[in-house]
């Protein structure tokens, strides 16, 4: 729990230096492609048709689970996305939401139904479909989101102290898709 209250201290302190301007501010860009950035995609979680990429970054944070009923539960995730430069650029929260740093546009999504591949060791690949946008900036006309390319970030196994919460390290690949011009 001290490491989640510590990584949310620093996720804070960077977004406020950003959004004060103590810190350079960059346009939001997507991170340069690699060979891992442009792995295949399952055909479970692609995005339809008539939509174009309009971003894709690197996240690094932690899942939070709470155990409820003896068993551990997803709260939230708390991760930072960044740009070509490995700047912050996008803090990442329960909703899920992912808001802007640079603009302050955010978008909520949720998980398709079916939309889903799992991965050993690793929280699942998910399509996300918009539910609420904010602002005109990045995410201003985001309708679908991926996250793909996870790493860790899986509930602890085992029983657990009703209340309890854990943070567990993950990474992923999240891309933000919008209708076609």
Known sequence: MKRAALFLGAV?????TTA???ATATTPTSTPASDAADAPVAAAVQVPAGNELVGKYKATGVQVYTCTGNAWKGLEP???????????????????VWVSTVD???VEAAPVDGAKVDRPGAVPELLLKT???RGDGLFGKVNYVQRLQ??????????CTQGAQTSVPYSALYTFFAPEA
């Open 12 to 16: 804070a302190i960077a977004a406020v």
């Open 20 to 22: 004060c301007g103590s």
């Open 78 to 96: 708390a991760a930072t996305l960044v740009d070509k430069d490995g700047k912050p650029i996008i803090l990442h929260s329960r909703g899920p």
């Open 104 to 106: 302050g546009s955010a």
């Open 131 to 133: 539910k609420a946008n």
């Open 150 to 159: 996870t790493e860790g970030g899986v509930a602890p196994s085992g029983g």
